[in-house]
């Protein structure tokens, strides 16, 4: 009557296993019958599966051979062919176009090709749409010079060719300003030189005589590039619906200051920090916002020097360009050639990123400056130019000087390189040089984050929230590492509270209210983290999970088909969506969600598992057997085989599961459930000394896990060992949390040993304990019944015995202590009139 009609050695609702009794023995008999067709069923998976690794390896090492796969050498390859190239067109343009001789543009080009500037458009995949505009750049501009030359001759041949260079200038402007926008300027450098190439007869022009054919052609010429310009700006609108890009102040802090004279003095300086960083790049970095470059808000500020000087260097480099033009020599020709193609290109393509037109989002940008350091360059060579034609005595010096640099330029890239290698070394160069720089804090910690090195996540997380205090994404992330629920919270709302529209953090917060049973204001947010972000799936998830806990089922659903609709083709969601079926018992509809899900992705272990967790539970064992199988095929992982494990051990192939534990727990001795499991195998083989060792060694690496201290507790209590019992399964409470269903299990086993010591007036209060902790716990209803019935208390026997029944109504066990509480209350009532004095009133 008071038996309970669970094993002991039970390990809960998911790794329960029975004893050997007769429905059991009958239930091994039938699955030894489908045991060889099984097996062989298994095998032929196993099989199957390792074909398909095979063939994956192969066409994997075949794509590796090709293009390395997803490593970087590859990407890195190209972008260097695409320098290279560059490299070559800047070196022609010095030998064709300026007519330097060979050692300059020699050295003109060694300086290009090693300019620590380009090291993040080189190195950076990002960055070869900057590399690749330079490539376009260059073949535009000398398609062009090419059209200016065929347009002067008399031939109509030359004539054709000429229109031809350029249409294919125009085209190949085209492709530089869609791999990035500024390589439309190269129309500007263009035209600006098509001039200078035409100045004697804008000179004829200006003085009024009669246009000849080659000042036709120069305004024909002008006419389409002007067009073409307005063409290429007016699609490049229409591709952002007739907007400029938005950016926080965070991207360009001085944008965003309402003080045009701060705005005007800041816009100046970086026009000098971006030609110092491309004359000296001495200290580099991958980014330049947040405070790297502090605004300048008063004509007091000391840095106004240099803006000053920059600009008075600027208009004598202009002033000396024109007056060499103004030379009648060849050497007059080709010293106003390099000066004017040096400030064209030097210029020209930086004004799209000097704020001068629009806004832009950024401060500073090393990999803009891979064009305007083709202007540098020149600049520089031709100085160097200059200094061996008037020092002929010192050429030997000059060289070595002009080698020295290249080196110097050498080595630094080299070492730009290295710091591009990875995310850590990329992040640990920023904050070497700019540590004043919140971005780079911020960046830092994200990467600890995802290395699992959370304190010293937080540590920059609140370093970057120092520096920047209205840094939203900071709050939200420093909030999801913090252990103190009302700190993080204050973390999420600040960052709400600066952006508005952050979906993460209004997915943040609601799932912190939901963890702390505030369903109704946890919706709210995730609704609007939905809102935010309308293809945020892992908040339709939640959102979902949420309606299904407050009974929304129907709304659920709706957003898993949303969801569905959105995304078809993701496995996960799939998967999401049988789980959700999985919990309402639509279990036929929830398996073909796997299936989906799986179908999708072949190797989604966690689909896998999760139908053959839920074949499991139909008592479909083969079935999921064959899916532990092919998801350990797939990767070996612990808890799967695990899983598979308890599976053996729940069908009573205890041998199977005893060979699956023992390699389990010698390749992963540090995985606690399955020693655990492993010491429920060895009591069904009655190692009952070999348990306790084992369930023991886990206790001793983990004093608070319960499933050992419970397993430890029932081994004592069937070896009547009750003091040691008692103390285990109040450790295994200790260890529980308030409202934690799982622990009503534990409350039940306090029960049955203070049930064993006769205590039965404690037995019932920790049976409450557990109804109280789940309501819809059968067998400590029953029990609780039983106590009663033992007290004769008949009133609440019937009330314990009469739940129960609601729960399980045919429960055997239940019904025969129904029916014999009935009889003892008629014995109970017959013998009470019996013993009744006579009355002598009326009968």
């Known amino acids: 009557m008071t038996q309970s009609s669970q094993s002991r050695w039970g390990g809960g609702a998911d790794n329960r296993v029975r004893g050997d009794g007769l429905r059991e ?55 260097v062919g695409l320098h290279a190239a560059v490299t070559a067109l800047f070196t022609y343009i010095e030998l064709a176009i300026i007519q330097w001789d060979f050692e300059t543009a020699l050295y003109g080009g060694l300086l290009f090709a090693t300019h620590p500037i380009h090291t993040e458009a080189v190195a950076g995949i990002v960055g070869r749409a900057d590399v690749l505009t330079g490539l376009l750049l260059l073949l535009s501009f000398l398609s062009y010079t090419r059209a200016i ?64 054919k080659d000042q036709v052609n120069l305004i024909k010429r002008s006419l389409t590039i002007i067009s073409m310009v307005a063409f290429l700006l007016g699609f490049r609108m229409s591709m952002l619906n007739g907007a400029l890009p938005r950016f926080s102040e965070q991207d360009n802090p001085a944008s965003f200051s309402p003080h045009p004279m701060t705005r005007l003095l800041t816009y100046s300086y970086l026009l ?68 004017i193609l040096a400030m064209l290109f030097l210029v020209v393509p930086f004004l799209p990123a000097s704020n001068l037109f629009f806004s832009v989002g950024f401060v500073v940008a090393e990999r803009v400056l891979y064009v305007p350091s083709v202007g540098m360059c020149l600049l520089i060579t031709h100085g160097f130019s200059n200094l061996m034609d008037s020092f002929p005595k010192r050429r030997s010096i000059l060289r070595c000087l002009m080698l020295l640099l290249i080196a ?31 971005k780079m804090h ?22 970057t929230l120092r520096l920047w205090p209205d840094h939203a994404s900071a709050h939200n992330n420093l909030g999801t590492l913090l252990e103190d629920p009302t700190e993080a919270k204050m973390h999420f709302m600040e960052a709400i509270r600066i952006n508005p529209l952050h979906p993460r953090a209004h997915f943040n917060m609601g799932n912190l209210l939901s963890k702390k049973g505030q369903l109704p204001t946890a919706i709210r947010f995730m609704e609007r983290a939905v809102q935010l972000d309308h293809t945020y799936s892992d908040a339709y998830t939640n959102l979902a999970a949420m309606y299904s806990e407050v009974g929304r089922h129907h709304d659920a659903e709706q957003l898993h088909k949303t969801l569905l609709s959105m995304d078809k083709d993701n496995p996960d969601v799939h998967n999401n969506y049988g789980a959700f079926l999985q919990k ?3 279990t036929e509809e929830a398996l073909i969600s796997y299936k989906e899900a799986v179908e999708l992705q072949a190797n989604h272990t966690v689909a896998l598992v999760n139908a053959a967790k839920l074949l499991r539970s139909l008592k479909r064992n083969s ?36 060979e699956t534990y023992e390699l389990l727990t010698s390749q992963y001795p540090d ?159 017959r013998l009470q009139v019996k013993d009744a004095p006579a009355s002598d009133s009326c009968r």
């Not at 580099?284 to 920059?310: E, K, V």
């Not at 911020?442 to 370093?463: F, P, S």
């Open 408 to 438: 110097l330029f050498l080595i630094k890239t080299v070492q730009r390189n290295k710091v591009w290698h990875s995310r850590q070394t990329l992040f640990q160069s920023g904050l070497d040089a700019l540590p004043h720089n919140a």
């Open 671 to 829: 995985e606690l459930e399955a020693k655990i499991h492993f010491a429920q195998v060895m009591l069904h083989e009655q190692h009952l000394r070999d348990a306790e060792n084992m369930l023991l060694s886990v206790v001793q690496m983990n004093e608070t896990q319960r499933d050992a201290l419970r397993q430890l507790a029932l081994l004592y209590s069937h070896e009547n060992r009750t003091t040691e019992a008692l103390e285990y399964i109040l450790r295994a409470l200790k260890a529980c949390h308030n409202n934690d269903t799982t622990c009503a299990q534990l409350h039940a086993e306090h029960a049955n040993i203070l049930k064993d010591m006769d205590d039965m007036d404690t037995a019932a209060e920790s049976y409450k304990m557990a109804v109280q902790v789940n309501p819809s716990f059968t067998l400590a209803h029953l029990n609780l019944g039983v106590i009663y019935h033992i007290k004769r208390d008949f009133k609440q026997a019937w009330k314990y015995y009469r739940t129960a029944q609601l729960l399980e109504p045919h429960n055997r066990l239940l019904l025969e202590n129904m029916e014999k509480l009935r009889r003892a209350e008629m014995a109970f009532l």
């Open 272 to 339: 000098v920090f971006n030609a110092w960083l491309m004359l000296a790049p001495v200290n580099l970095s991958y980014d330049w916002q947040m405070g790297s470059i502090p605004l300048l808000h008063s004509f007091s500020d000391i840095r106004n020097l240099a803006t000053g000087i920059f600009f008075l260097t600027l208009v004598a480099l202009t002033r000396r360009a024109i007056l060499t033009d103004c030379v009648s020599s060849d050497t007059g020709d080709r010293n106003g050639r390099a000066m």
């Open 584 to 586: 309402l018992g639509r």
């Open 442 to 463: 911020y960046n830092y910690a994200n990467l600890q984050k995802d290395l699992g090195n959370v304190n010293e996540a937080i540590e920059h997380y609140q370093t």
């Open 149 to 212: 030359h065929n347009s002067q001759q008399t031939s109509e041949c030359d004539i054709s060719r000429g229109t031809m260079w350029l249409i294919t200038s125009l085209v190949l402007a085209t492709g530089a300003m869609l791999a990035k926008e500024h390589g439309v300027t190269v129309l500007g450098i263009v035209l600006c030189y098509d001039f200078y190439a035409s100045k004697k007869g804008l000179r004829k022009l200006v003085d009024f005589q009669h246009l000849n």
């Open 623 to 658: 079935e999921a057997e064959l899916l532990y199988q092919r998801t350990l095929s797939v990767n070996d992982d612990p808890k799967v085989r695990d899983h598979l494990g308890i599976l053996y051990l729940n069908t009573g192939r205890v041998v199977e599961a005893r």
């Open 25 to 79: 023995r009958q239930t091994q008999r039938r699955v030894s019958q489908l045991e060889h067709q099984i097996a062989l069923e298994i095998e032929v998976c196993r099989e199957r599966n390792k074909g398909r690794m095979r063939k994956r390896v192969k066409e994997s090492s075949i794509l590796n051979a090709m293009i390395k796969g997803v490593e970087p050498y590859g990407f890195h390859a190209v972008n």
